[in-house]
């Protein structure tokens, strides 16, 4: 079996989208059947993880949208066969429908969260019509895309990120890093996000906005944010004028090696999101025994299995924000919960496996 993979990000790539597409096409390198899998990034950066064996990653159309059509192209033109066709945005359906057509192939599409949630550009939504079924990464994203996308009864699986529980797991909160952020002696509630202007769909608004009475309560309470972007001068102005800028750090963007640290850090998670397509960020800090908060409304509550694995809270209601911030800060720390390992990569990679199946052995 071959596969092609269209998509925006893996191997080089930050962010959420970016380590759920590699440990999509590690668990596809690692299907009984694969022969080869060819991934075709728009972006990738010069630092890369190691690729799995079977993996053909193709960074020729790296640099913009003419770069990857014609890389697109040469696939086609190069190759003579490919059993499945996965489209990883669904910006990138038009190529992918066209190689799909080459091959007479089967195609799926991968959908993550906000993507999907409102109709995209006309040609990307009418393609929606040809796909042969889709990757939902959670539930509340699947039926928003149903909601809009004429999928006719295409059938769809559900694939929720995965965890590697060797990787991130309780400790001792690193010396150094308090001592760069002053957090000594201090309670912590953290928030790990990307700081996007066009995109506030995190809570950290809503965040900043009980903190004023949280610090009365908690003297000593700080807020941690993690993460870079266009919308990071407008919250350091909003904590000023809050009055809460001493109780809150923004740590900027962090190296993927520092960030089970900065977890630790951590008395309590806290990200009542409102457009959060799944919430990675909920797994890694459970795994590093961080007690977490999560939306009630979005892609939050199933990174929390309906709460089973943390707080939910209503993200319009301050009152509930500030209840569930209270209940994680009186919850223990330092216990990964048995029920995560749902999560597991070989979990995963067993479900990936199962619509590989279900679509090109069926």
């Known amino acids: 079996m071959r596969t092609l993979f269209l998509t925006t990000d893996a191997f080089g790539g930050h962010g959420g989208i970016a380590k759920y597409n590699r440990d999509l096409l590690t668990a596809l390198c690692s299907h009984p059947s694969t022969k080869e899998v060819v991934a075709i990034p728009r972006g990738a950066g010069a630092e890369r993880e190691p690729l799995p064996p079977k993996l053909t990653f193709v960074t020729d159309g790296v640099g913009g949208k003419g770069r990857f059509l014609a890389a697109v192209g040469r696939q086609l033109v190069q190759r003579s066969t490919f059993d499945l066709v996965v489209c990883g945005h669904v910006n990138l359906l038009p190529p992918t429908l066209v190689a799909a057509a080459r091959f007479s192939a089967p195609l799926v599409l991968c959908v993550y969260g906000v993507d999907v949630w409102t109709p995209p550009g006309r040609l990307a939504a009418a393609s929606c019509s040809r796909i042969d079924g889709f990757v939902s990464i ?15 009864g295409r059938r769809e699986w559900i694939l929720p990120n995965a965890i590697e529980l060797d990787r991130f797991s309780p400790g001792p909160k690193d010396p150094g890093l308090l001592d760069r952020y002053g957090l000594r002696n201090r309670t912590v509630i953290a928030t790990l996000a990307r700081l996007d202007a066009l995109e ?8 900043l906005e009980v903190l004023p009475g949280l610090v ?9 944010l993690v993460g870079d972007g266009t919308d990071r001068t407008r919250l350091e102005q909003k904590a000023r004028a809050l009055g809460v800028a001493e109780h809150v750090v923004f740590a900027g963007r962090i190296p993927e090696r520092e960030k089970v640290q900065h977890y630790r850090l951590a008395d309590a998670f806290v990200m009542p999101s409102r457009g ?3 919430g990675f960020v909920f797994l890694e800090a459970l795994a590093c025994g961080v007690p977490v908060v999560a939306s009630a409304i979005d892609g939050g509550r199933e990174a929390v299995r309906d709460g089973s694995l943390g707080t939910l809270v209503n993200p319009d209601d301050p009152a509930d924000i500030v209840r569930g911030i209270e209940e994680a800060l009186a919850s223990p720390k330092g216990t990964v919960p048995e029920g995560l390992r749902y999560f597991s990569f070989e979990n995963f990679t067993a479900r990936v496996h199962a619509f590989v199946d279900d679509v090109v052995h069926a």
Do not use: C, M, N
Not at 200 to 207: A, P, S
């Open 216 to 224: 009365r309560t908690h003297p000593r309470l700080s807020y941690l």
């Open 200 to 207: 506030r769909l995190k809570g950290v608004d809503q965040i």
């Open 276 to 278: 959060e397509g799944f």
């Open 138 to 152: 959670s539930r509340v994203t699947g039926e928003r895309f149903r909601s809009w996308a004429p999928l006719d």
